[in-house]
């Protein structure tokens, strides 16, 4: 359909927008000179940014628009008044098919909101799920669905596995990605009915993926799981509480090193291993979460986001574009329905 | 009822059982000097080891008994077979009024069972709830229910914070406790009914501690609350991801450390100030978890406590008992069932 690919940027959005969102797409420009942009926002403060970049500029429209979403509008209030922001043109430009994918930083609830209304759900997903990857041990791991549905049925699971393994597939390049629901480990102590019905289901489906049972939170961070499935109220618990730790763990560790000369002296020599390892756990590199499930591709950045960080997310977008991340779904959830629904009847119709 | 306070331990649960008992029981020894033990084991193998220890011997009774609970023995089978162990001895010894509490780092699941049993539930609290004890940037947090039930009702939340509550009051010495219900966040995307029935009711009543709402994931290791309340699913799988997410930095950090030569040497100038952090970050130093809304003490130490994590489980047992914990939860139920559910009565009354 599109000869080159489009990515639509939503340039009034995040911390430090629209400069970290000119700066990140000319870092993208730089890996993917033949990828477009279409640039959403207020054109007089674009313009003198993207002529900084000639080769950015050369493969770029500017999209103008007066409308910017706050960070602090209320979702109900995007869906009013917000279609015609730079977050809302750029979401609608994926749904008219003049872009591949949007990109944006901009307040998460509206994003969530105007993406689920302008671009609906994908046929065969009866729920959207926020997917992020998260660092670990040695890479990074996918989980989902972190915060778009509070309560989750047993077919709600097993979509979210089905998307988080495409996902995955294509953002970490995995040919078979490992599976797995979180729950809590105890014998006696099982997790919530819909778990176990889950479990059951992608035990027994034939997927490009393997499904490696029940994942505990400590679990997340060893690389047990490529894709950690669970339902929006715990996978927010869990994704808060492993950010929430390692704040906690850096700070307590500056502070130690603060503690004496000595280790003053011992921070200085191992400062670069040390920032090394900041980075592994930035979610700046590990930019590019996305809500799966939706007739489209929308990639959320962190709003607070580098212009690396931005450009990580830009780089998702791109790969999960050519990818076709849709597609990809669409074929195992029409694998998973012939496989699981209706195998008495195909064997009904060879004997 | 005891002239002084005795205690129950299990001495033969644990990974370095009974060693490590006697040894944890000789340091609590020190600074409890009057607090007697019921030790419950191998006496062949318990004699020799208390032998070393003369004040300790001095207040301690040896009660022999041949069986114990294995660290793999199911629930199932513990209740079958396990009343006659070290184990179900010691909690018996505090249903018959011989011990003020009992202590066990055995197999968690197996003493669960076991209490729940020989103790039953106490008078207004309809599920136990198991609490600990997690380090938080200038101390600690309780956080309940760690995986006791995995579905819960408001009720049963209302009723796990005011025996969170109680309990950091005596084991941190806190006169008025923040309360919070672990929730997630966003505005669009409230959590469980249940969790928020159970704030529109903790708001109301006047208790003695602070309720001072929902807290998030990435709030718990920075002392927004004291108590943090949840239902067991959902507290386990932040428990899990709090000790995972810790265990995956330190082991990071060592790796970062070494790197090179440099960081090696820096690692060599720091490591008094990265071992307190360590000490800091230690579930050992955190030791003596357990399962409130019994009829009776039972504090669980970890399996593979120190005999300084041993003895602070001890400690707790002793501040538990001494500040009578039962009875403060029933105060506290009684003033909340009569705030709740009477007023109405009440007003009648007086008018």
């Given at each position: 359909m599109l000869d080159s690919l489009t990515i639509a940027l939503?340039?009034?959005?995040?911390?430090?927008?629209p400069d970290i969102v000119i700066e990140g797409a000319s870092l993208t420009n730089i890996r993917h000179p033949d990828t477009e942009f279409r640039i959403y926002g207020d054109e007089a403060v674009i313009r003198p940014l993207l002529d900084k970049h000639a080769a950015l500029s050369a493969v770029s429209t500017i999209v103008h628009t007066d409308n910017a979403i706050s960070a602090d509008m209320k979702p109900s209030q995007a869906l009013r008044s917000g279609r015609a922001s730079s977050m809302g043109m750029a979401i609608t430009a994926v749904k008219e098919g003049e872009a591949a994918a949007a990109v944006s930083a901009g307040n998460t609830g509206a994003l969530l909101a105007l993406s689920k209304f302008i671009l609906r759900m994908m046929p065969g997903i009866d729920r959207p799920a926020l997917v992020a990857l998260m660092p670990t041990r040695d890479g990074e791991t996918a989980m989902l669905d972190?915060?778009?549905?509070?309560e989750c049925s047993d077919e709600n699971l097993v979509q979210f596995a089905v998307m988080g393994a495409a996902y995955v597939r294509l953002?970490?390049?995995?040919s078979r990605p490992k599976v797995g629901l979180l729950n809590i480990g105890s014998e006696e102590l099982k997790g919530h009915e819909s778990i176990r019905l889950a479990a059951d289901r992608l035990r027994e489906a034939d997927l490009s993926y393997e499904f490696v049972g029940f994942v505990e939170g400590d679990d997340i961070g060893f690389g047990k799981a490529d894709v950690v499935v669970a339902d929006g109220f715990t996978g927010n618990i869990a994704l808060k509480t492993v950010e929430g730790t390692a704040r906690l763990i850096l700070e307590l560790f500056q502070r130690a090193f603060r503690n004496s000369l000595l280790s003053k002296l011992g921070y200085l020599l191992a400062r670069r291993a040390l920032r090394t390892l900041r980075d592994h756990l930035d979610p700046n590199t590990h930019n590019g979460g996305m809500m799966l499930g939706l007739n489209g591709l929308v990639i959320k950045s962190h709003g607070g986001a580098s212009a690396a960080g931005y450009a990580s997310a830009i780089d998702v977008a791109i790969e999960l574009a050519k990818g076709n991340l849709q597609e990809r779904i669409a074929a195992d959830l029409a694998a998973l329905g012939a496989g699981e629904n209706e195998p008495a009847a195909e064997e009904a119709a060879s004997a």
């Open positions: 939503d340039a009034m959005g995040g911390d430090q927008a972190l915060g778009a549905n509070v953002v970490q390049g995995l």
